[in-house]
Nanobody
């Protein structure tokens, strides 16, 4: 089973940017969809972005489309989430996740999770 470790979270002002990284180990990284979820206090966990194994196709939640970009570097076993034009509403714990197969836009396919990293956007 893959192990996922996130980094890059922190405190940023509204309008600013952060880049999250997720380092994977223990499984054939390039064979599976990868994604980022977030969960704010009192809110349901939501899939923010997903990316296919090839990196050629991706999914974004409507709330982040145009502001966030997901990418992956299979040679480095790493997936990234570039977050621009951040809003206070983006404040949440962000978790990297790996799909059990090639799916990247279907939340139930994600079964392996990182520990999460806090992103706080001040207004």
């Amino acid at each position: 089973q893959v192990q996922l470790v996130e980094s890059g979270g922190g405190l940023v002002q509204a309008g600013g940017s952060l880049r999250l990284s997720c380092a994977a180990s223990g499984r054939a990284f390039s064979s599976y969809g990868m994604g980022w979820f977030r969960q704010a206090p009192g809110k349901e966990r939501e899939l923010v972005a997903g990316i296919a194994w090839s990196g050629g196709r991706s999914y974004y939640a409507a709330s982040v489309k145009g502001r966030f970009t997901i990418s992956r570097d299979n040679a480095k076993n790493t997936v990234y989430l570039q977050m621009n034009s951040l809003k206070p509403e983006d404040t949440a714990v962000y978790s990297c996740a790996a799909s059990v197969d090639a799916r990247y836009d279907y939340p139930p396919a994600y079964r392996v999770w990182g520990q999460g990293t806090q992103v706080t956007v001040s207004s």
